[in-house]
């Protein structure tokens, strides 16, 4: 049973978001709408309609998320994250800084830092 003290999971909200990092990514990458809706063989319109934020409940299911991550060399995360997975980032940005520098441990911090777009 979910506490009344915790806030109810807006599935809206988190798809909405999600939206918006992946046309962020998509951009950032340097693909275009049509590209991706030729890589998940799909029409350019749905493609539209599932990356737009005015249709929050027409979303990319967890293959094609994949699929588009392959493509564009970036982690699932950076595109799902939640808010829970930003507060555990935040927490290793915390233990980063703890490291002198050169260390292999730093280094693995940042990397997993900068698979999730930190």
Not at 11 to 31: E, H, L, N, P, W
Not at 90 to 108: K, Y
Request: glycine share 6%; aromatic share 8%; with cysteine.
């Amino acid at each position: 049973m979910i506490s009344s003290s915790k806030s109810v999971f807006n599935t809206d909200k988190y798809s909405i978001a999600v939206k918006k990092r992946i046309k962020q990514v998509r951009k950032q990458t340097g693909f275009s709408q049509t590209d991706m809706s030729e890589l998940l063989c799909m029409g350019l319109r749905t493609y539209q309609e599932k990356e737009s934020p005015r249709w929050p409940k027409k979303c990319f299911d967890i293959r094609q998320m994949g699929q588009m991550c392959d493509a564009m060399s970036v982690h699932i995360g950076t595109l799902a994250i939640s808010d829970a997975s930003n507060k555990q980032l935040d927490e290793v940005e915390v233990l980063l800084s703890w490291f002198e520098g050169g260390d292999t441990h730093r280094a693995i911090l940042e990397k997993r830092l900068k698979d999730y777009g930190r």
